[in-house]
């Protein structure tokens, strides 16, 4: 391996926070940018750092709130996916990356969707994955959030998944997946995701995505409304067993893009635990043909 694809790990302060990420591959203005899920970090991207910087310049911040990036406390710090989306934006132009393909999950796909329809010309292509934009993903599951973002009482509040707890971080690795599945997780994973998560104050600033979410979900038409303009290349990666987002999301993506490709896994919501040799091989193939295609040099 080249020693420049090897991880690198560092600090920039944007947006009066710092913002912990890691990167691997020779700086450049074109890169691909990895964006985590909830409640996990960019630790999520470190089996796939190293084979994705032997060919081109990734990027895997911490998104705030997040990781070892500033966690200022809810009531000096508002957490919105659209005020995220900038201080990305602004690390992306601290780091001179001016074009670049972006990986979204979870939590990180409002925030992946702002950075598109705001300056579309920047995003090269799109990796979605277990990242919901369309209503066709969110299914039962979601009925008690959708309450409570019509009505934010207590009692709503109380209906809602106990998931702001070591048990609830453990089932959003391990929920609804068969043994042989659940056993390929390290169980590190949820460890690491609790510690941090159980800081204090790190539940509330959770919650705050959550209520933010209902913002994402208004959004669904004008994503939609960027796809068919746009029509930017995009892949699916999706774990089949997700609790949380359902697989029609996948075939919702058809509907205003012309071209997709979607690789379907049987896994979990965290698929990058499981099946990270998979997907870098297939990053690598994705990101070679659309940097290729822009006139990039990969």
């Known amino acids: 391996m080249k020693h420049v694809a090897k991880t690198r790990h560092r600090y920039r302060d944007v947006e009066g926070l710092r913002v912990r990420y890691r990167e691997a591959g020779t700086p450049s203005s074109t890169a691909v940018v990895l964006l985590h899920g909830a409640p996990s970090s960019s630790y999520s991207f ?4 190293p084979p994705l910087g032997e060919h081109t310049y990734v990027v895997a911040p911490d998104i705030p709130g997040f990781g070892f990036s500033d966690t200022p406390p809810v009531e000096e710090y508002e957490y919105t996916y659209e005020g995220l989306s900038h201080v990305i934006e602004a690390l992306l132009d601290d780091l001179g990356v001016e074009r670049y393909i972006v990986f979204v999950t979870d939590y990180s796909t409002p925030v992946g969707y702002f950075l598109a329809t705001r300056h579309p010309e920047r995003v ?60 390929l997780h390290p169980p590190e994973s949820w460890h690491l995701d609790w510690e941090r998560l159980s800081r204090p104050g790190n539940t509330d600033v959770y919650f705050q995505f959550f209520y933010d979410y209902r913002k994402h979900v208004a959004r669904f038409g004008e994503i939609a409304e960027y796809h068919s303009a746009y029509q ?40 990058l635990e499981t099946h990270a040799a998979e997907v870098a091989d297939l990053l690598v193939t994705f990101t070679r043909n659309v940097l290729d295609r822009a006139g990039a040099a990969a």
């Not at 470190?46 to 750092?49: K, Y």
């Not at 979605?128 to 209503?135: F, L």
């Not at 959030?145 to 048990?167: C, I, S, V």
């Not at 058809?254 to 979990?268: C, K, R, S």
């Open 124 to 183: 090269l292509g799109l990796v979605v994955q277990n990242g919901n934009a369309h209503e066709a993903g969110l299914g039962e599951a979601w009925d008690s959030g959708r309450r409570y973002w019509a009505e934010p009482t207590e009692e709503n509040k109380a209906a809602l998944p106990d998931w702001l707890t070591f048990e609830g971080t453990r089932d959003t690795y391990l929920g609804g997946l068969p043994a042989e599945v659940a056993e």
């Open 46 to 49: 470190r089996e796939v750092l």
């Open 232 to 271: 930017p290349p995009c892949m699916l990666l999706w774990g089949r067993h997700d609790p949380a987002f359902d697989i029609a999301e996948v075939l919702a993506y058809h509907q205003a893009l012309t071209t997709f490709e979607a690789h379907i896994f049987d896994a979990g919501h965290f698929l």
